[in-house]
């Protein structure tokens, strides 16, 4: 009895998408064109459902929706998304320098009180679109107050971090020129990108843009930029997070406080916080010989900056010499190098 050949054969569901669509959902998907790559993605089912294949079909689209819907919810409620830039263009690379922090809150040693308040913030960046939709703002523009070295610009990597957007630091001295004028341009090219590109603006040494106006070194030039800056971070209402960080509080223009959403203030770290710095710090090495009251006291009236680096310093000479453990008086002796170089 000869062979018999069926008049049907079976079809993979995945060879109902043409060669063009395939191309086309993976072009999509890398320049992260998510409209385009559902589209696509709708007319792959639909062709499935004209093949025969009503169960694929279905399902295909069961999973556009559920992900269409899981996006949305993560969306801006208004404004543009953010662009993964390597680098801003055009006029901006003199003016912004672009990472994509990986830093975590957790990741920070802060008081209860200052980690609370940022924890606030990125619970309403979260929920912006549910604030919106009943006439509220989130907070979004922050000016961080505190001596160096006690975490203000990791603040900036955790919130970008946290929230998985771009951070943005602002090149003050690309910024600011002696002409006005041109500083003014500038200003604005920076505040059309925050519009523009959703992401975490960190303008570090605030106090170069932000100096009291009455200020009797102060020059015309100089208060007319306030001015702008003051007249643009007032006009902003885009979906990104500015943030002013200075060392200098007392040097700022009383009107700034009251652009800003919130002052976050920074402090050098207590017993407690400067504990916690070195055991993390240090968390790789072998600590059982040390004692952290003793190395608390030592740390008293440094940063954490400057705890870090002493912590280094203490590693680096204990795995120099052959050993994993450090010990309690190098730790102590690392952090009073950091007294005196403080001083």
């Not at 792959?44 to 079909?57: D, I, L, M, N, P």
């Not at 002052?263 to 710095?277: C, F, G, N």
């Amino acid at each position: 009895m000869p062979h018999c050949v069926h008049s049907w054969s079976y079809r993979d569901p995945f060879s109902v998408a043409t060669a063009d669509q395939v191309k086309a959902l993976i072009r999509s998907h890398a320049d992260g064109d998510e409209s385009r790559f559902y589209a696509v993605a709708i007319q792959v089912a639909a062709q499935a459902a004209r093949s025969g294949h009503g169960k694929f079909s279905q399902e295909l689209r069961e999973l556009v929706d559920q992900v269409k819907a899981r996006a949305k919810a993560f969306e801006p409620a208004r404004g543009p998304k953010p662009v993964p830039l390597a680098q801003p263009r055009g006029e901006l690379p003199g003016l912004l320098t672009a990472c994509y922090p990986k830093t975590r809150l957790a990741d920070m040693a802060l008081p209860n009180l200052l980690s609370s308040r940022l924890e606030r913030v990125l619970t309403e960046q979260r929920e912006r679109g549910r604030l919106r939709e009943h006439g509220f703002s989130p907070i979004r523009k922050l000016l961080l107050v505190g001596p160096p070295g006690t975490g203000k610009t990791m603040t900036a990597s955790a919130l970008a971090g946290e929230l998985g957007l771009p951070l943005f630091s602002i090149q003050l001295d690309g910024l600011i020129t002696k002409y006005m004028g041109e500083t003014a341009a500038k200003l604005r090219l920076v505040f059309d990108a925050i519009q523009s590109t959703r992401g975490v603006y960190l303008f570090d040494e605030f106090d170069a843009l932000g100096v009291e106006r009455s200020s009797t070194n102060d020059v015309g030039e100089i208060r007319r930029v306030l001015n702008s800056f003051l007249q643009f971070l007032e006009q902003d209402d885009s979906d990104s997070i500015v943030l002013g960080a200075t060392n200098h509080v007392g040097l700022l223009d009383r009107a700034l406080f009251r652009r800003f959403d919130a002052v976050l203030e920074y402090s050098l770290p207590s017993e407690e916080v400067a504990t916690h710095v070195m055991r993390g710090r240090l968390a790789l090495l072998d600590t059982s010989n040390i004692e952290w009251p003793a190395a608390a006291k030592a740390a008293d009236g440094l940063s954490h900056a400057e705890i870090s680096m002493a912590c280094e310093q203490a590693a680096k000479n204990a795995i120099l010499d052959h050993t994993t453990a450090v010990r309690a008086s190098g730790l102590v002796t690392a952090l009073k190098e950091r007294h005196c170089t403080h001083a």
